[in-house]
């Protein structure tokens, strides 16, 4: 099976723009999960989806945002970008339902906000 | 979900295993402990999880005490490519993980 993809790999942005991120899961997947990663802050949580529904979502503000679509794609979206959005972005993939499961990550976005 | 306490660095000598405490003490009864791990500028990747029995797969062994308050993950036989920062996670499903700090485990030749 072809592992979690995210594209863009590499991005840079200017601040106040906003950015698109896409990530596909791993063929029979129905959950994408996203997470950031800075120096600073670790591997924090952002939003789940299920079935094309946000599930859980973690502590960031509105600017980030989500969609699943059909096909269990998933987009997520950060307007007016500010200096403190640079970070790695990880989509991770699971079943999404059972008890219990886990989570392929991708190989992550990285985000250059100047 | 519960809050997990890690050791922040170990070393290990390639060859040997390797022992990776976490502490729990407040996980409930239907949390799991996941445990994941992330080399340098790679997405995480998933090791094993268990709920109270121990568990073992192709890549590591993990051994939960009968309390379930703490958990040791075990690399049997440890190589430089298991040189990577170890993450315990406790969560009733699996997604929505905390991460917290993990543990640098450095494997050396």
């Known amino acids: 099976k072809a592992g979690v993809t995210q594209t863009p790999r590499y991005l840079i942005k200017t601040r106040g723009q906003q950015v698109t991120l896409s990530c596909s899961p791993i063929?029979?997947?129905?959950?994408v999960s996203w997470y950031q990663q800075t120096p600073g802050q670790g591997l924090q949580f952002l939003f789940e989806?299920?079935?094309?529904?946000?599930?859980n979502k973690g502590n960031f503000p509105g600017r980030f945002s989500g969609r699943q679509f059909s096909n269990s794609r998933s987009e997520m979206n950060v307007s007016t970008l500010e200096l403190g959005d640079s970070a790695l972005y990880l989509c991770?993939?699971?079943?999404?339902?059972?008890?219990?499961?886990?989570?392929?990550f991708g190989p992550g976005t990285r985000l250059t906000v100047t | 979900d519960a809050k997990t306490t890690q050791p922040p660095s170990m070393d290990c000598a390639e060859g040997r295993a390797a022992n990776l405490p976490c502490n729990h003490s407040?996980?409930?009864?239907?949390?799991?402990v996941y445990w994941y791990r992330q080399i340098h500028s790679q997405g995480p990747q998933y090791i094993i999880h268990?709920?109270?029995n121990n568990e073992t797969n192709e890549m590591a062994s993990l051994i939960i005490t009968e309390d379930r308050k703490s958990s040791t993950l075990i690399l049997p036989h440890a190589t430089l490519r298991d040189t990577a920062v170890y993450y315990c996670?406790?969560?009733?499903?699996?997604?929505?993980?905390?991460f917290g700090k993990g543990t640098s485990l450095l494997v050396t030749p």
């Open positions: 991770a993939s699971s079943p999404g339902s059972g008890r219990s499961y886990e989570q392929y």
């Open positions: 063929s029979g997947h129905r959950s």
């Open positions: 989806y299920f079935s094309e529904t946000q599930r």
């Open positions: 407040t996980i409930s009864g239907n949390e799991y």
């Open positions: 268990g709920l109270k």
């Open positions: 996670i406790v969560s009733g499903s699996g997604y929505a993980l905390n």
